[in-house]
């Protein structure tokens, strides 16, 4: 069974839902409470997430950035990176190639 569409758990205070995932190109939907993290991890995935809702502090490599809604941030393959809301946000995550550790197919 697919989760293209399901919303699921991440981490504590975390949920996340994909909303398309092409041959070679995903995106996802990523909700904050405040004070949630997304834990420090890395893939060999290119990401860039757009932050559509409050304020979130990305650690990039060891390099703290605060996006605010409208911003948008790059994370290079195999980067170390994680995330702390500052407040209750939203974060569209889009990756490529697709990530299937987290598709269910």
């Not at 989760?3 to 504590?12: C, L």
């Not at 650690?59 to 809301?85: F, K, M, Q």
Request: charge should be negative.
């Amino acid at each position: 069974m697919s989760n293209i569409g399901v919303w699921e758990n991440a981490e504590p205070g975390v949920t996340r839902c994909i909303k398309q995932a092409g041959d070679s190109l995903m995106m996802m939907e990523v909700h904050f409470e405040p004070g949630a993290e997304g834990y420090e991890h890395s893939h060999p995935h290119e990401q860039m997430s757009y932050c559509m809702k409050g304020r979130i502090a990305f650690r990039i490599n060891g390099v703290e950035t605060v996006l605010a809604a409208g911003d948008t941030i790059c994370i290079p393959s195999e980067a170390r990176h994680g995330v702390t809301a500052l407040e209750a946000s939203v974060l569209l995550d889009v990756f490529t190639p697709v990530r299937e550790d987290l598709l269910k197919r």
